[in-house]
């Protein structure tokens, strides 16, 4: 057997359907598209959620809600995330980043207190709550809240 004698199974490959190639295809005349109307047209498709003319759903309910454009996300790192840094380091965006805890250098950091730790570590965050802080000092380590744009 050679590379050129090799040929798919029969009834592998089916045959494409040939529109519009006279009456005795079969598929001849309107192509199988039926008679007149909007499908029928080329170029004719009806965009998504179109109803026909009945006022479409998305316009018959109600607005809800508002977005917030002032809204700050924020990164969230936990007590128990820093057990892979070493005993007085100084951890900030970048250590954190390293650390994979991070997923991009543009998020705000807050730390939350899930956990615990047992040595000082110096941290360098943008929001830290009250729980993190105490468990952090009382091993000795400290909490250093860096300036978020648009805080008070």
Known sequence: MKLNEL??????RKAVKRLGRGL????????????????????????PGYEGGQMPLQRRLPKRGFTNIFRQEFA???????GRFEKG????????????????NSDSVK?????????????KVDRCSK??????????GSVQIT??????
């Open 131 to 140: 729980s993190a802080r105490a468990k952090l000092e009382a091993v000795g």
């Open 7 to 12: 040929s798919p199974p029969k009834g592998a």
């Open 147 to 152: 300036v978020v744009r648009g805080a008070k």
């Open 76 to 82: 969230i790192i936990n007590i128990r995330d820093l």
């Open 111 to 123: 730390l939350l207190g899930q956990g615990t730790i047992d040595y000082p570590l110096v941290l």
């Open 24 to 47: 005795g295809s079969g598929h001849g005349k309107t192509a199988g598209r039926g008679t007149k109307g909007q499908k029928a047209r080329s170029g004719g498709n009806i965009r």
């Open 89 to 104: 380091s100084v951890v900030d965006k970048d250590a954190l980043m390293n650390a994979g805890l991070l997923r991009r």
